[in-house]
Every structure is written in C-alpha cells, then in structure tokens.
C-alpha cells in the first residue's frame, strides 16, 4: 500500500513538471495571445520555421500562447499593428522607422549576427555565369527591388544609385519590378527571370544550402556598408510588465538549434535611435527625387 502511494505521488508530480508552464498565471492585464507579425522575407512557411523554436520558448517562458502571420507585403505588418492586429513584429530597419512613425512600435531588442555584428549588408546580385559582374553590365537589363518598405531590398540600393552613382533606375534598367520578398528576388535572379536584384547577406544565408548555393548561383557586384540589424518591436502600450518579460525573454534566448534557423548568435538590447541613420538615408532619398 505504502509503495502504491509513493509511485502515485511521484506520477502527480512527474504530470506537474511536465505540464506546468513556466508562468503559470499571467498578469490579468496581459493580452491571452500573443500575436507576432513578421515582414515576408521569404514565405510563409519557411518563416513559421524558422521562428517556431523561438515561439516555443516564448509560450513556456510567458504562459501565453504565440501566433505567428506573416503579412504579404511589408505595409501588411505595420497596418496590423497600427490597428493592434499585431502586440510585436519582426521588422526591417525601414520598416520599423514606418511602424515607430505610424503604428506605436516600440523596437526593443535588436538580432546579433554570429560575427558578433549588430547588422548585416546590402547586396547587388547577378547569376553567376551570366557575365554580370559590374553595375555598367546591367545597364537596360530587367531590375528587381524587393518592397518599397524593405531596407537593403530597395532603400539602400536606390539612395546608393540616385545619390553615388547618379542613375534614375527606372532609366537605367529596361524594367524596374518589385519582387515582394528577398527569397523571391534571389530564386528569380538564379532561375534567370530577371537579370539582377538588391537583397541583404543575412536573407541569403539563411536560403543558403537550401533554396540555393550562394557561391555558385550568384555573383555579388556590390555589397554595402553596414545595416543596422532588424528589430523585434512591440506595440508601446502593451502592459510594462509584459514588454519587460519579452524583452528579458528574448535577450535570454540560447536555443542552439532556434538561434540556427535564424543564422543569427542571439539579441541585444536596443534603442530607438540606432535608426536614426535609416531615417538619415529616407530624407536622403526623398531630397533627391523632388
């Protein structure tokens, strides 16, 4: 009998341990789901994937659950927080500055590369093998931004053409599109549907080995000077206690194998003003077109 109730009670706590959370009673003042938006770098799937060890942790860690949408373009994520559709999002350095401007975003860790750098670089792609390796080669040939919010999709490159190189791309190329997502820029660059493309080094590492071979597909023929990384931010009226709990989540965050899927070493802090260099080059850009 007395053996019985020693394996009964070691079963209840085995069920407790396992099944308790980590915060087993939230804050009544905290939203019951938590919503995080992300940018469409890539698809929808590929970035369900690559976030879900970090929003495992986050549900354990918070004790609320954590939806991922990924919105179809870039406007998408910031509109769905301006109308609290979205409590924290995955944003680009251009697109955060829209969100801080419109859409009460308040950035509050910024992704740490695995160099130890806190930002990454624009890239000016080619098909490797196609014979594109300088910006005079591409002259009248088919161009592709990736969304008119996106940082090393659009914003870099076009302030690096109009105000360095002195080209109107819409003059220069043959036909200026816009591709919608860094994935779908560099497959189009590799499958030869466009000629060349803007994207960034972090976007390609993490197709790399995957959607293609960076060394073999590509031809790199500009890389830009460093970017501020892109943030997590969250919406400014959020209970303090909660942007507290993400915050020290995220900063807390060593998942060997989620800090893998986002090619990055892991998060630091961060303030709103590391991108006032982004809004340095959008006043740049809009003084150059009037």
């Not at 990924?70 to 680009?92: E, N, P, R, W």
């Not at 030869?192 to 590509?218: C, H, P, V, Y």
């Not at 965050?253 to 090619?263: C, H, S, V």
Request: hydrophobic fraction near 40%.
């Amino acid at each position: 009998m007395k053996r019985t109730i020693a394996v009964a009670a070691v079963l209840a706590f085995t069920l407790i341990a396992i099944t308790s959370p980590a915060l087993a009673t939230p804050p009544a003042d905290w939203p019951k789901k938590l919503v995080l938006g992300s940018i469409p770098t890539d698809s929808s799937a590929n970035i369900t994937e690559r976030f879900d060890n970090l929003v495992k942790y986050l549900e354990k860690k918070l004790g609320v659950p954590v939806e991922v949408k990924v919105a179809s373009d870039y406007a998408g994520v910031i509109t769905g927080m301006q109308f609290k559709h979205i409590d924290l999002a995955y944003f680009g350095p251009k697109s955060y500055v829209e969100a801080a401007a419109r859409a009460n975003a308040e950035a509050f860790v910024i992704e740490v590369g695995k160099d130890g750098t806190q930002g990454y670089h624009g890239l000016i792609i080619a098909k490797k093998g196609s014979g594109f390796k300088t910006m005079a080669d591409l002259k009248g040939k088919l161009w592709a931004f990736v969304d008119p919010n996106s940082t090393s999709g659009t914003l870099v490159p076009m302030v690096h053409f109009l105000n360095e190189l002195k080209i109107d791309p819409e003059k220069y190329f043959s036909k200026v599109i816009y591709s919608g997502s860094h994935e779908a820029s560099m497959l189009s660059v590799k499958t030869g549907k466009i000629d060349a493309a803007s994207t960034n080094d972090l976007d390609m590492a993490r197709g790399n080995g995957k959607q293609w071979n960076a060394e073999k597909d590509f031809e790199i023929i500009w890389t830009s000077p460093l970017i501020p990384g892109s943030p997590m931010a969250c919406r400014k009226d959020l209970p303090s206690t909660l942007k507290n709990a993400l915050s020290e989540a995220f900063l807390a965050y060593n998942d060997a194998t989620g800090l893998d899927r986002l090619k990055i070493k892991g998060y630091a802090p961060v303030a709103d003003k590391t991108y006032d260099t982004i809004r340095d080059l959008m006043d740049v850009q809009k003084k150059i077109k009037k």
